[in-house]
């Protein structure tokens, strides 16, 4: 009852995330037919570059599909773009594969009979090649389909819409309905498109060819007649679709458009942002939450597919400019402020009233355990335990690196896990510690530990507006509306602001109106 109530409250989402799911997965199939059945046609005559050919779609198809969308982000930017390559490159081998097999194994004297009644090369292909081999086309097209559909949950991580998006949030929020809200669709998504290619494959499958040819003539015209028009509604629910998107997205050509990293802070604040500038100018603007991480936003940044986001002094000190960590608050600020404007063009407007600082968590009985209130208390016993850090605080200069040096640390084993399931490990008892930033709503929602940086390990860590200089200068209110927003937050405010969202299973949209609607600035 629980799920079903979060279903009906949020319907609206699940429904839109749908259709774009619906869009990209068709667009990027259609694109792989194109590409793909004309490279199949083409190796199935020149012998000599099938190998190649299908070792290269091979090892495309072998490349783990995070790692593509990892290489494709600095060429392609964010969202569908190359989500939309991705699947395409993963769909086409077996299109490419089952379109080679099927002209190829057509038996070779009916080849002959064609030429010897005068029939050219084309014609031979377009009449006795295609339509054979058409059953084989398109059991690779079907393949494809369906393993498209669930690829396309991966556009979620940079900002390219879809069902995937619910999946992500739900991972990382621990929020189990969630998860199932994305998952559920897509595989009932999976499903119809199964269903409806397999409609097309009996369709253009020649009679002779079917197992059921025996069926009454009157029988099978009808059982046709139901497939057509099935496909039939079918296109015209996809056309109305696409219609509808393309309405919409124009309607949003001049918008400003606001993202986020990819966890419940970054969301908030990428609603409450877009809401305040919406509410106090006259500028429209459109939001790209949950991205990914920190250098997937900033490249998008600077690649001008979004206009603004929320970051923090230490992240882009550290891991962006790749300074050497310190604590100084000003100085950090006044650096990053300056290198991002000389640098990339990139205004640093004021810091907001929170320092979402790393620290370090474990559980009340290992704090019990080990009389741990201190990181310093915590080298004593470090030999003893697990950490499951977050994979980019394995990587960051200001990350574990950095906190092991200041104290020391020698911990038993170090497992990365990305995003919120450390949190599911640690309860679990697979792992004794972890990272976290000081506003996490589910260091309440676990009732765990934080230690203190008795030694500042950790730099400054302020919420800072990242804007392009030529969108502040195009819409120049941005900057007072953020800077009197900023100042209407401190730690508490944010912390609680997120555990309405992790524990209390609030829309983070909601959370963000609703607290804007409580102040005045």
Same mark, same amino acid.
């Given at each position: 009852?629980?799920?079903?109530?979060?279903?009906?409250?949020?319907?609206?989402?699940?429904?839109?995330?749908?259709?774009? $799911?619906?869009?990209? #997965?068709?667009?990027?199939?259609?694109?792989?037919?194109?590409?793909?059945?004309?490279?199949?046609?083409?190796?199935?005559?020149?012998?000599?570059?099938?190998?190649?050919?299908?070792?290269?779609?091979?090892?495309?198809?072998?490349?783990?599909?995070?790692?593509?969308?990892?290489?494709?982000?600095?060429?392609?930017?964010?969202?569908?773009?190359?989500?939309?390559?991705?699947?395409?490159?993963?769909?086409?081998?077996?299109?490419?594969?089952?379109?080679?097999?099927?002209?190829?194994?057509?038996?070779?004297?009916?080849?002959?009979?064609?030429?010897?009644?005068?029939? #050219?090369?084309?014609?031979?292909?377009?009449?006795?090649?295609?339509?054979?081999?058409?059953?084989?086309?398109?059991?690779?097209?079907?393949?494809?389909?369906?393993?498209?559909?669930?690829?396309?949950?991966?556009?979620?991580?940079?900002?390219?819409?879809?069902?995937?998006?619910?999946?992500?949030?739900?991972?990382? /929020?621990?929020?189990?309905?969630?998860?199932?809200?994305?998952?559920?669709?897509?595989?009932?998504?999976?499903?119809?498109?199964?269903?409806?290619?397999?409609?097309?494959?009996?369709?253009? /499958?020649?009679?002779?060819?079917?197992?059921?040819?025996?069926?009454?003539?009157?029988?099978?015209?009808?059982?046709?007649? $139901?497939?057509?028009?099935?496909?039939?509604?079918?296109?015209?629910?996809?056309?109305?679709?696409?219609?509808?998107?393309?309405?919409?997205?124009?309607?949003?050509?001049?918008?400003?458009?606001?993202?986020?990293?990819?966890?419940?802070?970054?969301?908030?604040?990428?609603?409450?942002?877009?809401?305040?500038?919406?509410?106090?100018?006259?500028?429209? #603007?459109?939001?790209?939450?949950?991205?990914?991480?920190?250098?997937?936003?900033?490249?998008?940044?600077?690649?001008?597919?979004?206009?603004?986001?929320?970051?923090?002094?230490?992240?882009?000190?550290?891991?962006?400019?790749?300074?050497?960590?310190?604590?100084?608050?000003?100085?950090?600020?006044?650096?990053?402020?300056?290198?991002?404007?000389?640098?990339?063009?990139?205004?640093?407007?004021?810091?907001?009233?929170?320092?979402?600082?790393? #620290?370090?968590?474990?559980?009340?009985?290992?704090?019990?355990?080990?009389? &741990?209130?201190?990181?310093?208390?915590?080298?004593?016993?470090?030999?003893? &335990?697990?950490?499951?850090?977050?994979?980019?605080?394995?990587?960051?200069?200001?990350?574990?690196?950095?906190?092991?040096?200041?104290?020391?640390?020698?911990?038993?084993?170090?497992?990365?896990?990305?995003?919120?399931?450390?949190?599911?490990?640690?309860?679990?008892?697979?792992?004794?510690?972890?990272?976290?930033?000081?506003?996490?709503? &589910?260091?309440?929602?676990?009732?765990?530990?934080?230690?203190?940086?008795?030694?500042?390990?950790?730099?400054?860590?302020?919420?800072?507006? &990242?804007?392009?200089?030529? /969108?502040?200068?195009?819409?120049?209110?941005?900057?007072?509306?953020?800077?009197?927003?900023?100042?209407?937050?401190?730690?508490?405010?944010?912390?609680?602001?997120?555990?309405?969202?992790?524990?209390?299973?609030?829309?983070?949209?909601?959370?963000?109106?609703?607290?804007?609607?409580?102040?005045?600035?």
């Amino acid at each position: 009852m629980d799920f079903l109530e979060y279903i009906g409250n949020n319907i609206d989402e699940i429904i839109s995330l749908l259709i774009e $799911h619906i869009e990209l #997965t068709f667009l990027s199939v259609l694109l792989a037919i194109i590409i793909g059945v004309p490279i199949g046609i083409l190796i199935s005559y020149v012998k000599k570059i099938n190998k190649p050919i299908l070792g290269i779609a091979s090892v495309i198809q072998a490349i783990p599909s995070m790692a593509l969308l990892g290489f494709a982000i600095p060429f392609l930017g964010i969202g569908t773009t190359p989500a939309i390559v991705m699947v395409v490159l993963y769909s086409l081998l077996p299109i490419i594969k089952n379109t080679y097999t099927g002209i190829s194994n057509i038996d070779s004297n009916m080849i002959e009979s064609a030429t010897g009644i005068g029939l #050219t090369k084309w014609q031979i292909l377009v009449k006795i090649q295609i339509p054979l081999a058409l059953p084989v086309i398109m059991a690779g097209i079907r393949i494809s389909a369906v393993t498209a559909v669930g690829l396309m949950t991966m556009a979620a991580f940079i900002g390219g819409g879809g069902l995937g998006y619910l999946v992500f949030s739900g991972i990382r /929020t621990v929020n189990n309905y969630q998860i199932l809200a994305g998952a559920i669709p897509a595989c009932l998504l999976a499903l119809a498109v199964d269903y409806i290619i397999g409609i097309v494959e009996k369709l253009v /499958t020649p009679i002779s060819l079917q197992k059921n040819n025996d069926l009454d003539k009157k029988l099978l015209k009808k059982k046709r007649l $139901h497939q057509k028009i099935i496909l039939l509604v079918t296109a015209i629910i996809v056309v109305i679709i696409f219609a509808y998107t393309f309405i919409s997205s124009n309607r949003n050509d001049n918008a400003i458009v606001v993202g986020s990293k990819d966890f419940t802070e970054q969301n908030i604040l990428c609603y409450m942002v877009s809401d305040a500038i919406k509410d106090k100018t006259n500028y429209e #603007t459109v939001e790209n939450c949950n991205l990914g991480g920190t250098q997937v936003c900033f490249e998008a940044l600077k690649r001008g597919d979004i206009d603004l986001y929320i970051d923090y002094t230490g992240t882009v000190y550290g891991d962006t400019l790749k300074y050497e960590p310190i604590t100084d608050i000003e100085k950090v600020y006044n650096t990053v402020k300056s290198d991002l404007d000389s640098k990339y063009n990139i205004e640093v407007l004021d810091q907001m009233g929170f320092n979402n600082t790393y #620290t370090l968590a474990v559980k009340q009985e290992t704090a019990n355990l080990y009389n &741990l209130k201190t990181m310093s208390d915590l080298s004593r016993v470090s030999s003893n &335990l697990v950490i499951s850090p977050s994979l980019e605080f394995i990587n960051r200069e200001d990350g574990l690196d950095r906190v092991s040096s200041v104290y020391g640390y020698n911990f038993k084993d170090v497992i990365g896990i990305d995003g919120s399931p450390r949190y599911t490990a640690l309860i679990n008892n697979e792992s004794d510690v972890v990272d976290a930033f000081a506003t996490d709503g &589910l260091l309440k929602k676990f009732n765990l530990v934080v230690l203190e940086d008795d030694k500042n390990a950790f730099p400054p860590y302020y919420a800072i507006p &990242l804007v392009r200089n030529d /969108t502040l200068k195009e819409y120049p209110e941005i900057e007072e509306v953020l800077s009197s927003l900023g100042s209407k937050f401190n730690n508490d405010i944010m912390s609680e602001l997120n555990y309405r969202v992790d524990e209390l299973g609030e829309n983070p949209r909601d959370v963000a109106r609703g607290y804007l609607d409580s102040i005045d600035f």
